[in-house]
């Protein structure tokens, strides 16, 4: 892990990655190569242990990538080919592309104005007797209406997705963001809050979700009459988690102090935090700035020219319909577009330290 003082000079640009490396890394891996490391090995079934254990769900999934999670969740709540699956338009494209790889339909639902959660009187409106899930994806952390829509969506039948990529440690009323999800998905990749270079996994309280869950990561159990795939992780990956796990909430609360900071610090005209959601804790992936600028795109350049990189500009986030592969399934969503125009991101992981704190607020008084 990178650390810096105030009195330590800053590299500019800032880094919006921040190098894990936490200690017991090294004996962590050392010790795995001295056993079985496939996908069915016992180190496998430790790390899901420790992550059941460590989010508060009675299931814990290993698999090999944040998108391998979603496809097997998907899979487990009953997607198929011809259903449709919901989401809002303004999450990733690694969100949706597993909706595509199971021959399912994205249908488009548009978020609150203040929060990226699905709003579930637009809900009300897209499902069809073909709906099978809805996903909703707190955007870089900041908790989303989680009991409200799944309220909603055990109304109307259908399963509640959570895409928890961004919200390792994110909370909604004391409790982990994943008990509010019929299945929730993580990412470990690198630029995550927990990282296993590549990898995922998936939470859940119903067995029976979690053992179709894990029928599917592991080619049907091979029994020919259940289709999968073999989306497992590896048990090199697995040591990494288990023993950056035990880190993971002295690493967040860093990012929270470093964005407690930041809030304190900004004091501009068309800048505040993200609103959050009462009863709620971000895991603060990334801080998220409110903008009310005529342009708001000019001031995430200004930053971007003083070392302060956007997740904004570096994904070029636009409503997922507004991407080629994507405009057949346009259904505009004016809060949506709306919400995703007015935000930018700050860096806040634990590799910031006070000296880049300082950096980030002059240079957002300046502008
Ligand atoms: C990173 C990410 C994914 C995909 O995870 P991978 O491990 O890269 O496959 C999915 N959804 C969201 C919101 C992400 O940020």
Partial sequence: ??????KSPIHLPISDKCLQRTPGDDAAVSAALLSPISGGSEIISEYEAELAKAFGQKEAIAVSSGGAALIAALYAAGVRAGHEVVLPPTCPLCTVYPILFLGATPVFCDTYADNFGVDVEDLARVVTPRTR??????????????????????NHGIATVLDLAHSHGAQMEGRDLSAYG??????????KILSTGEGGFILTNDERLASVVRSYIKFGNLNGRDFGLNFKLSGVQAALGKSRLAHLGELSAKRRSNAEKLAAGVKREGVRELDILPGSRPSYYFMLLRLSFADNRDFI??????????????????????????????RRCPNAEALLASVTTLPVHPGIGDAEIEHMISVIQKY
Avoid: N
């Avoid at 892990?1 to 105030?6: G, P, V």
């Avoid at 019929?182 to 630029?191: A, I, N, Y």
């Fill in 1 to 6: 892990m990178q650390t810096s003082t105030a």
């Fill in 301 to 330: 350049d200004h930053l971007d020219r003083h070392g302060i990189p956007s997740d904004i500009k570096r994904y070029g986030c636009k409503a997922l319909y507004e991407f080629p592969a994507l405009k057949g399934f346009t």
């Fill in 133 to 154: 899930a809805v996903i909703d994806v707190p955007m870089w952390g900041y908790a989303t209406p989680v009991q409200r829509l799944r309220d909603a969506a055990r």
């Fill in 182 to 191: 019929d299945l929730s998905c993580f990412s470990t990749h690198e630029r």
